[in-house]
């Protein structure tokens, strides 16, 4: 486990490692792809993602539309590139803040005194019981679709998970025999979590979270689908793959479009996590003795 | 004679090119009971696992010939209709040879899976054994699971698990260390007790002396990845002749006659077989070292009768 | 003389693990009864029993990490209770693991690691390092051993570390929970030594727990048997071993003898 730390302080060993499989090498691609198209889409294209132009309504691949256009005329590669923005955003940004919430849920109830710990684990199993797709539709229909409350509700959907995990690690941890040693040599709460409990947490709990964000992505793409995520003019692979689903018959471009992205870009998180995991789990590691 | 066991230069390299052993030979003779002395990174563990065919990824050379079937080259049927049942192990910590979900009736069953009597004699057979290694009420005892055993008990039960099948050879590896020191000493003395009874062969992995003192007819001592001394147990530990013998015996407390503060130490470090020089492995530490130590490795040669040592301080005296 | 670390009719009862008990505060069962022990300054005391005995329970009520039932624990002749005592308690008193390696946190390095009581003790202390390296070599490990962590020690050396940690701060008493259980002989000899060593260099007092009546013999100054919770018989390790009054006593001793 405590490899990891030296490595970490090397990236350019990272990256090796990284490009020492074929898996490795796809998902660095494809990671790389995704990233890039997110943050420069304004300038990888001339068009307006909600630019709608009826003449040229699903328009086949050219060379003005790579990608085509859909059933209002918006060029589908421009819907694709800003897709990944919200792709993007969505995957880092609820999963980390899942993983932070989660994280520190699920310490505090590992930690914490029991009725806290009921309390917490009461209300992450409550939230978890509840079917997702109808509690999304209550609360879209609610408050109304939109970006920010997508992404609330995956934090809300994600935090129960990620504190579940943290929570039975920190229980874990905390009867470790080094935690007793340090609280013997007389070390307060406090330094005992911040330099012994939460170093020896995020790791394992960093891959479980690098191999949840295909299932972010998903979520989003799938809520979205069903008309539960953004609301409709904003370019998500999820909106662009329910457009593709109505006209998929005569121009199937336009889901695939949508779909191809989601399919490579869950693949290559899902390599990456099992990488890591692979490289970080001790217990995959052959001791030599 | 007839060996059950006949390993004949039996070499284990981790990958990494990390020699754990660096060729062993040795025979068990027909319910000959032999133990297997040496401290971590001695490579016992190693032969252990290169019989049992537990080591992975780890290049195994050499032979071991039980009942003609070659261990380390023979097919996963092959070892499987052995294991269980001609060969049986005994491991460390007894929780680790009972799964916690089943009861140890149905696992005592499943190690019957392959005779052909009805269940209620399986059963019955299963009770007789637990009898056999001081079990109280069997008949209720094996309807419980591991938890509700006591680590003594459980490794009772994990004996009698392994002698059911009445196997040519049981191997054992540390069979005590993880139990307390009253619960060894009866463990000791059940095993001691059962070799009279059984008349299979065993072969115990131990680092420690008085385990292997009690129970096994003949020992063999490793250091560095080799055999450096065998003979019959009561003589090599009463009057050890290899040097790093000596030196290991002489620390363990409870043969230390008068009282001190300062036991007896080996200084230095085993050492790492990655990076052996030619010569004894010992020679490092030797305090008996001459100059051909440290050129060529020495054999394993008689000393006495019945024993053999691996030592140019012996061997010229012979 | 006078005693550094002292328990009067000590009783400890583990709370019963169901909802129901918890909520009455029902004890479920007495692990230690009635225990009296004195360890005296400069001196080596071992309590010896079977596991289920009460050993590791009498040394964590003795630390103060488990509540006594009833009977009471001083240190210095002070009753322990949260606050002060038990300050003074943790940073005179150090407890070795059974386990050394495991007693390490896996992610930080040995100089980390052995700079810990330092920096909780004394946070404002400007330089540990130095501290840190004259620990190691009293425990013979080289200085450029501060770098590494615990996966990179074999285990006489992890253990070398867990007693430099326990020497950092010049602790009083040194509480060792089967300090060489699992170790090949010869490292258990090292470290034996090591810790007869450091005693005599720094007037140290132990309190030894173990089943190895060998390690008794040769290390204790006197003996507690503790016997499912009770000690059956206290006394001069010489005395007890050639005239043990207690009929358990007797069979340790001849199972031990038997070997």
């Known amino acids: 486990m405590s490899a990891a730390m030296p490595a970490l302080a090397a990236p350019r060993r990272w990256v090796a490692w990284c490009l020492s499989t074929p898996a490795g090498r796809f998902s660095a691609i494809v990671l790389v792809i995704f990233a890039a198209s997110a943050l420069l889409a304004p300038w990888l294209t001339p068009y307006d993602p909600n630019h ?114 943290a929570r039975g690690q920190t229980r874990v941890l905390v009867e470790a025999p080094f935690i007793e040693a340090e609280r013997m040599l007389g070390a307060s709460t406090w330094r005992i979590l911040r330099d012994h409990l939460m170093p020896n947490l995020l790791g ?8 949840e964000m295909p299932s972010v992505i998903s979520l989003e793409a799938g809520l979205s689908f069903l008309g539960l995520g953004v609301r409709a003019p904003t370019a998500t692979w999820g909106n662009i793959l329910q457009d593709g689903y109505i006209f998929i018959r005569d121009t199937p471009w336009i ?34 003795t | 004679m007839s060996a059950v066991l006949n390993v004949q ?30 401290e971590s990174g001695s490579g016992k563990s190693s032969v252990l696992l290169a019989l049992m065919r537990l080591l992975g990824d780890a290049a195994v050379g050499g032979s071991a010939h039980f009942n003609g079937d070659d ?48 269940r209620d004699a399986k059963l019955r057979l299963a009770v007789e054994a637990l009898r056999g290694v001081g079990i109280a009420e069997p008949e209720r005892r094996i309807r419980d699971y591991p938890h509700a055993f006591s680590g003594g008990m459980l490794q009772r039960a994990a004996i009698a698990l392994a002698l059911m099948s009445s196997p040519d050879l049981l191997i054992a590896d540390e069979p005590t260390t993880a139990l307390d020191a009253t619960t060894e000493a009866q463990i000791i003395a059940l095993l001691r007790d059962l070799r009279q009874r059984y008349s299979g062969a065993v072969l115990i992995v131990s680092h420690q002396p008085n385990l292997i003192a ?53 200084p230095g470090r085993p050492p790492d077989l990655s990076l052996l020089q030619a010569g004894c492995a010992f020679a490092e530490r030797c305090l008996q070292k001459v100059d051909g130590c440290t050129i060529v490795e020495p054999q394993l040669l008689p000393v006495a009768e019945a024993r053999r040592a691996r030592c140019y301080a012996l061997q010229s005296l012979a | 003389m006078s005693a550094v670390i002292e328990a009067r009719g000590l009783c400890v009862a583990v709370p019963g693990s169901g909802l129901w008990d918890t909520m009455w505060r029902r004890p479920r069962a007495n692990i230690l009864t009635d225990v009296d022990l004195a360890v005296q300054k400069g001196t080596t005391v071992a309590v010896v029993g079977e596991s289920g005995a009460g050993k590791s329970t009498l040394a964590r009520t003795l630390m103060g990490l488990m509540k006594p039932s009833a009977g009471s624990v001083r240190f210095r002749g002070r009753e322990l209770a949260p606050g002060p005592v038990l300050e003074n308690l943790r940073r005179h008193v150090r407890f070795l693991f059974q386990n050394p390696r495991g007693s390490l946190n896996p992610r930080m390095q040995l100089g980390e690691l052995v700079a810990e009581p330092i920096r909780i003790h004394e946070p404002h202390r400007r330089d540990p390092q130095g501290e840190v390296a004259r620990l190691l070599e009293a425990v013979g490990l080289p200085s ?90 206290t006394g001069a390790t010489q005395a007890v071993f050639s005239q043990p009054a207690h009929a358990y006593t007797k069979t340790l001793l001849e199972a031990f003898k038997a070997h």
């Open chain 1, 52 to 165: 709608i132009s009826v003449y040229e309504r699903l328009a086949s691949p050219s060379w003005q539309h790579w990608l085509g256009t859909d059933q209002i005329g918006r060029d589908m590669l421009t819907r694709v590139l800003y897709g990944a923005r919200v792709a993007l955003a969505i995957s880092v940004g609820c999963t980390s803040v899942s993983l932070i919430l989660g994280v520190a849920f699920g310490a505090l109830a590992g930690v914490g005194p029991r009725v806290l710990d009921a309390a917490l684990m009461l209300l992450f199993d409550t939230i978890n019981s509840l079917p997702t797709v109808l509690l999304a539709l209550a609360i879209m229909t609610l408050i109304g679709s939109s970006l920010p409350t997508l992404m609330g509700l995956i934090v809300l959907f994600y935090v129960p998970y990620f504190g579940r995990i």
């Open chain 2, 214 to 266: 009690a129970l096994c007819d003949r020992v063999m001592v490793m250091y560095g990845g080799v055999i450096v001394e065998e003979g019959p147990t009561a003589q090599v530990l009463k009057d050890p002749r290899h040097p790093y013998t000596r030196r290991l015996l002489a620390c363990e407390p409870a043969h230390i006659e008068t009282v001190t503060r300062h036991l007896p130490t080996i």
């Open chain 2, 9 to 38: 230069d039996l070499r284990v390299t981790y990958p990494g090119a990390q020699p754990a052993v660096r060729g062993v030979s040795f025979a068990i003779a027909r319910g000959e009971a032999v133990g297997i002395i040496g």
């Open chain 2, 71 to 118: 261990l380390v080259a023979a097919s996963e049927e092959c070892l499987r209709a052995l294991r269980g049942d001609r060969l049986t192990m005994v491991f460390q910590d007894p929780q680790t040879s009972f799964s916690p979900v089943f009861p140890l009736s149905t696992q005592f069953l499943a190690a019957l899976h392959r005779r052909a009597e009805s």
């Open chain 1, 255 to 288: 889901a695939i479009a949508g779909g191809v992205p989601l399919v490579l870009t869950t693949l290559a998180f899902t390599f990456l996590g099992e990488m890591l995991r692979d490289r970080l789990d001790p217990k995959l590691r052959k001791e030599v």
């Open chain 3, 144 to 233: 450029r051993f501060a770098t590494r962590y615990p996966h990179e020690l074999s285990g006489g050396q992890a253990g070398r570390v867990c007693v430099a940690r326990a020497l950092a701060m010049r602790p009083e008493l040194i509480v060792a929970d089967e300090p060489t259980a699992g170790f090949d002989v010869s490292v258990q000899a090292e470290i034996l030594n090591l810790l007869a060593d450091l005693q005599k260099d720094f007037g140290l007092t132990y309190l030894i727990i173990t089943h190895d009546l060998g390690i008794v013999r040769h290390f204790s100054d006197s003996l507690a048997v503790l016997y499912r919770g009770r000690v059956v018989e």
């Open chain 1, 204 to 211: 394992p709990m960093a891959i479980i979270a690098s191999m």
